[in-house]
């Protein structure tokens, strides 16, 4: 059964930085393009950030460019989310997940969805 799990989250004042890390066991990350999602309390799942499994080609969200950065590292099966200039409704449970369909960030095309880990943006 896939497995991921999300690390990373926290309280951080706003302006602050997180690293989200998201890691997989019983298979290999590389292969699959991996988003990260947000679903703030009362609010719909959303996309952030995603990353292709075949050039590394990536998608941000308009609210998050040139503040998140994606990453994969293969070697350690990790794909990461560095989030900078932290605001307080980037508050949010924060999921990764896995698709085999390029070109969308779209929730309803990943299958396989880790456990979430809570990021809260507040002074």
């Known amino acids: 059964q896939v497995q991921l799990v999300e690390s990373g989250g926290g309280l951080v004042q706003p302006g602050g930085s997180l690293r989200l890390s998201c890691a997989a066991s019983?298979?290999?990350?590389?292969?699959?393009?991996i988003g990260w999602f947000r679903q703030a309390p009362g609010k719909e799942r959303e996309g952030d950030s995603c990353?292709?499994?075949?050039?590394?080609?990536?998608y941000y969200a308009d609210s998050v460019l040139g503040r998140f950065t994606i990453s994969r590292d293969n070697a350690k099966n990790t794909v990461y989310l560095q989030m900078n200039s932290l605001k307080p409704e980037d508050t949010a449970v924060y999921y990764c997940?896995?698709?085999?369909?390029?070109?969308?960030?779209?929730?309803?095309?990943?299958?396989?969805w880790g456990q979430g880990t809570q990021v809260t943006v507040s002074s």
């Open positions: 990353i292709s499994n075949s050039d590394g080609s990536t």
């Open positions: 019983r298979f290999t990350l590389g292969y699959y393009v």
């Open positions: 997940a896995t698709s085999t369909t390029l070109g969308s960030c779209q929730a309803v095309y990943f299958g396989s």
